[in-house]
């Protein structure tokens, strides 16, 4: 009996040592440090069934609930936050969007996911993934809003990659060409793609499109206008050319460091093109 004793009791102290062992080791290798944690506690002192990750060693991120939704909170391993993606019903977007998408052309389609994003220095904006089910082959594009339902961009569905929705910290001198020349505008999207730095804002109810080269100097602003809103020398042009037959269907405005151009799309049947023109009626190639 005493030996059965003495074993139990080498058995109890040897899982003790392993249960020590495993948590030192989850200690050594845990996902979140005392920074972001500490961050974390004080931005979402409610936040429910915590879940930390690794994402690409840069940044550490929490899944949570806060009340009814499901939340990812990304931080830096020094406490930084960068970025909450929530999802949430369709009934809780404000109601610019909503009226936005209902009157837009993807009223009909099937809604899939609603997404809020709020990013480090940037405005809110809420994503509806949208599915077009009529088609051969089924369409899936998600739609980008502003808080007052300006429609930022339309761009297709694919396998989102969360840190594509990270914002970039913009350099001083993109800041201060941005608040110089579009005074009370809005960032809502910032991306690099080519080296080219892409900065959407809005101003004045229009979403603009800004592009700087990697030493940061201005390349070009792009935004679309209306087809009221071009030259009647562009207008004349095209009725005298071999377009004349075809509609115009988008009109893009650009302004770069060595004058202004217009990007046009024009329709006939079941055919597209995109012509390029000075503001005087020339073709530009």
Same mark, same amino acid.
């Given at each position: ?19 020590? =062992? ?7 290798? =845990? ?63 404000? $109601?610019?969007?909503?009226? $936005? ?5 993807? $009223? =009909? ?40 339902? *300006? ?40 991306? *690099? ?47 005298? =050319? ?44």
């Amino acid at each position: 009996m005493k030996f059965r004793n003495y074993l139990s009791l080498f058995i109890a102290a040897l899982c003790t040592l392993c249960i020590q =062992s495993c948590s030192n080791d989850d200690d050594a290798k =845990s996902p979140v440090s005392p920074q972001a944690e500490s961050a974390f506690n004080q931005k979402y002192p409610d936040a429910q069934n915590v879940a930390w990750r690794s994402v690409s060693n840069k940044y550490q991120v929490a899944s949570f609930l806060n009340g009814s939704t499901t939340n990812d909170a990304w931080f830096t391993p020094d406490g930084k936050w960068y970025m909450t993606e929530t999802d949430i019903p369709y009934e809780k977007l404000p $109601a610019a969007v909503k009226t $936005a998408f209902e009157q837009s052309i993807y $009223a =009909s389609w099937t809604k899939d996911d609603v997404d809020m994003l709020e990013r480090l220095n940037q405005e809110t904006i809420y994503v509806i993934e949208v599915e077009n089910k009529t088609t051969r082959n089924e369409e899936e594009i998600d739609l980008y809003y502003s808080e007052d339902g *300006i429609l930022i961009k339309a761009v297709p569905d694919s396998e989102d990659n969360p840190e594509d929705y990270l914002p970039i910290e913009l350099p001083e001198e993109v800041t201060s060409f941005i608040n110089k020349n579009y005074p009370n505008s809005r960032i809502v999207e910032t991306e *690099i793609e080519n080296k080219i730095l892409e900065v959407e804002i809005i101003q004045d109810n229009v979403c603009k499109e800004i592009l700087f080269d990697s030493s940061y100097e201005w390349l070009a602003t792009s935004w679309e206008i209306e087809e009221g809103l071009l030259p009647a020398a562009i207008k004349e042009a095209i009725a005298a =050319s071999e377009y004349s037959a075809w509609e115009i269907d988008d009109v893009e405005y650009t302004e770069t460091p060595n004058g202004v151009f217009y990007v046009i799309d024009l329709e006939l049947n079941d055919k597209e093109v995109t012509i390029k023109m000075d503001q005087d009626g020339n073709f530009i190639k």
